[in-house]
């Protein structure tokens, strides 16, 4: 039973493309995150549900759009996809306060 | 703003050596620490964590104490394994716990 389950695992697509990326929790935890891995294994949070409401939006250009249609999930749609865009991709969840965050195992997006 | 500043790796040791990678951070107020570890293929998981000065997080063998005074938070382990072989990120969250703040990241290698 995987904790933090995201699909696909491997994106590999063109540029100026769509794509979107699930991930649900079965931890029963009330926040969710989703986090971008560059390729130097730098990690930088992108946004942050609480109970299906945005709490965390860092600078992220507009072409990324989170949706939590319920607090165990939180899918990820990239618009207009560009060659930047191209890094693992990690959701996560926790309970809020507590910053312990178990991680999914990773979305590898490739622009090409 | 808040920063965690790690050894840069890789660290390349032989099984059985001792064991220190370097975390120091910047923050306004009384964070807590944490370490993650990340291997080959999966995302990040927990492996300690301490919420205030003077306290020491443990598990499978690594330790690191949170040091106030010199806003340090080393982590050791007096024995390495090949099996220890990962990245390994230092991190804080403050004010709530939602935010967390990684460190670059430290890639550790343990040949036999």
């Known amino acids: 039973d995987t904790a933090v389950s995201q699909t696909p695992k491997y994106l590999v697509t063109q540029m100026g493309n769509d794509k979107s990326i699930k991930c649900e929790q079965n931890?029963?935890?009330?926040?969710m995150y989703w986090y971008k891995q560059d390729s130097k294994k730098f990690l930088k949070i992108m946004f942050s549900y609480n109970n299906k409401e945005l709490i965390i939006n860092e600078t992220v250009p507009n072409r990324f759009s989170p949706k939590s249609p319920d607090k165990a999930h939180l899918n990820l749609h990239i618009n207009s996809l560009e060659l930047g865009d191209s890094a693992v991709y990690f959701c996560a969840s926790s309970q809020r306060g507590n910053g312990e965050l178990f991680f999914g195992e990773g979305s590898r997006l490739t622009v090409l | 703003g808040n920063s965690v500043t790690q050894m840069e790796g890789p660290v390349t040791l032989s099984e059985e050596a001792f064991l220190t990678i370097n975390c120091t951070y910047t923050a306004t107020g009384y964070p807590s620490l944490f370490w993650y570890v990340q291997y080959p293929g999966e995302g990040l998981q927990l492996l300690l964590k301490?919420?205030?000065?003077?306290d020491k997080g443990s598990n499978k063998g690594f330790e690191a104490t949170y040091r106030k005074e010199t806003t340090s938070f080393h982590l050791e382990k007096g024995s390495v394994q090949v099996s220890d072989s990962a990245v390994y990120f230092c991190?804080?969250?403050?004010?709530?716990?939602?935010?967390?703040?990684f460190g670059t990241g430290t890639q550790l290698k343990v040949e036999l």
């Open positions: 931890l029963g935890h009330d926040t």
């Open positions: 301490a919420t205030k000065a003077d």
């Open positions: 991190a804080l969250s403050e004010g709530g716990g939602n935010k967390l703040t």
